[in-house]
């Protein structure tokens, strides 16, 4: 069964650090894993897409790497902002459950950035 | 205007009603999915259809129905809700890809916070 941890489940910075948030997953068998942000009240917002043939993908200040075989992602900021705080997801996606293309989510880290 | 959007927003309703949420998109994607976020649970997947004729059940489809009426819409009822129904619910889409194991990119509406007395 596929399991996504994201460590640490909260994470408090002061403005302009570079940081980053880990993401673990237990099955190795991946199509692709998602990064994505969730403001409070607010949907889910994709910030990058990582393939499986992909080592890593980058999107302004953001950079997310992939490594299959250790069953590891991070997605680092650079430069934070206090607009960067939000809860911040990941989720792989392959056959779980019996569900053809169903992601896995992790349960966040929330993030806040001090000005 | 969103790409993805689900009425009604919040919702409180009582035990034994039916409830629908209604998702509709205007990003022209085939695949369409209603998910689940509790707290301390994450998200989770109740449906998906990858096209009009296509439905099937994700993880936690007990207790839930859907309809595709069109390619842009996709709903999901709830024929007689519970109190541990009570959650945020999301639709999302995404675009067709060559396997139907890799869901592509996918992008969420605003969610319909429901609850159930």
């Known amino acids: 069964k596929q399991e996504v941890t994201q460590i640490p489940a909260a994470l408090s910075v002061p403005e302009g650090e570079n940081l980053v948030l880990n993401c673990s997953f237990t099955d190795s068998a991946i199509y692709n894993l998602q990064w994505f942000r969730q403001d409070p009240g607010k949907g889910l917002t994709s910030l990058l897409l990582?393939?499986?043939?992909?080592r890593e993908q980058t999107s302004g200040r953001l950079n997310a790497s992939l490594d299959k075989s250790s069953g590891r992602s991070t997605l680092y900021i650079a430069a934070s902002q206090p607009g960067d705080s939000a809860t911040y997801l990941c989720a792989v996606g392959g056959y779980y459950g019996g569900s053809q293309g169903n992601l896995i989510f992790g349960k966040g880290t929330k993030l806040s950035v001090k000005p | 205007d969103a790409d993805v959007t689900q009425t009604p927003r919040n919702r409180i309703t009582k035990t034994g009603k039916r409830i629908m949420l209604e998702c509709s998109q205007t990003?022209?994607?085939?695949?369409m999915y209603w998910y689940r976020q509790d707290p301390g649970l994450g998200l989770r997947l109740i449906y998906y259809s990858f096209d009009v004729k296509d439905i099937n059940k994700g993880e936690i489809s007990d207790g839930y129905s859907v309809s595709r009426q069109a390619q842009a819409k996709f709903s999901l009822s709830l024929e007689s809700a519970i109190p541990n129904q009570t959650a945020l619910y999301f639709c999302?889409?995404?675009?067709?890809?060559?396997?139907?194991?890799?869901?592509?990119?996918?992008?969420f509406g605003e969610g319909s916070r429901l609850t159930v007395l």
């Open positions: 990582i393939q499986s043939s992909q």
């Open positions: 990003k022209g994607h085939d695949r």
């Open positions: 999302a889409t995404s675009e067709t890809s060559g396997t139907p194991y890799n869901t592509g990119e996918l992008f």
